[in-house]
């Protein structure tokens, strides 16, 4: 039987739920989305054309998890991607640019 005693929460945006809905949202980080079941990081995903960074918090303490839109003259993730996967915006080689933001394929770098 299931356990009534415990308030089910809300279905998380932007975060996951390791209690299956029984305790509070832990986010994914700044702009990374989540989809599926929301019931672990796994289910965060960094979207196509953007790249993951890493940022600082303001106590220094606790490096939080961000994703980007990839910027003209770099490629981001070629597919949704889970954060764990996903990697930073790549900056297309010397001499070559993409025609707008968040591209998503290294085959977008165009000579200039």
Not at 18 to 33: E, H, K, L, S
Not at 65 to 72: F, L, P, V, Y
């Amino acid at each position: 039987p299931a356990d009534t005693s415990v308030p089910a929460v809300e279905l998380c945006s932007a975060a996951y739920n390791p209690g299956w809905n029984r305790r509070a949202c832990t986010p994914c980080g700044v702009n990374i989305t989540s989809r599926n079941n929301r019931t672990s990081a796994w289910d965060c995903f960094v979207l196509k054309g953007q790249g993951l960074q890493i940022l600082s918090t303001a106590d220094g303490t606790t490096p939080v998890r961000a994703a980007i839109d990839c910027w003209t003259g770099s490629t981001g993730m070629a597919q949704d991607t889970v954060m764990f996967e996903a990697r930073p915006c790549d900056t297309c080689p010397r001499f070559m640019t993409t025609e707008q933001p968040q591209s998503s394929s290294r085959s977008d770098c165009k000579a200039l």
